[in-house]
């Protein structure tokens, strides 16, 4: 059974929809599902599952939550995570989405696998639901 951890920062209650989403998808695929905000989370979290979700609103164009999620995302970058498969979602207001490409950047600059993106506009649609659930599911294979 994989062991698949989400963790993310909401305040909105947007990406925690986001994240309920892939925890239920992933636990209907057989997954061992930890589901935690940032602030709850541990790095053992990450280094105890086989693929990880993080999940961040943008703050502005170029970075995701800084006082919580951006501190925990920065202590991994030592760790041994290299190709642990990893799905980032996020959510943005009226900035643009840019924000989405420098995290993956640096994600990648950890050696995590990225098996996909979710970028939602404000609210999620039902096809963005819908890519959730099938994120999900890929982080449980």
């Given at each position: 059974m994989k062991k698949v951890?989400?963790?993310?920062?909401?305040?909105?209650?947007?990406?925690?929809?986001?994240?309920?989403?892939m925890a239920d998808s992933a636990e209907e695929a057989g997954a061992d599902v930890?589901?935690?905000h940032v602030t709850d989370a541990t790095i053992q979290d990450v280094?105890?599952?086989?693929?990880?979700?993080?999940?961040?609103?943008?703050m502005d164009e170029d970075n995701i939550e800084q006082q919580d999620m951006q501190p925990f995302l920065e202590s991994?970058?030592?760790l041994p995570i290299?190709?642990?498969?990893?799905?980032?979602?996020?959510?943005h207001g009226w900035?643009?989405?840019?924000?989405?490409k420098l995290w993956a950047h640096t994600m990648k600059s950890?050696?995590?696998?990225?098996?996909?993106?979710?970028?939602?506009?404000?609210?999620?649609t039902k096809e963005q639901l819908e890519y959730a659930t099938i994120l999900g599911k890929k982080l449980a294979q």
């Open positions: 951890s989400i963790i993310y920062w909401s305040c909105g209650g947007n990406i925690e929809i986001l994240a309920n989403m930890t589901l935690k280094l105890d599952a086989d693929s990880v979700a993080f999940g961040s609103p943008a991994l970058r030592d290299k190709n642990k498969n990893c799905v980032l979602f996020g959510t900035i643009q989405d840019t924000f989405m950890y050696g995590l696998n990225l098996l996909g993106e979710l970028i939602v506009k404000e609210t999620p």
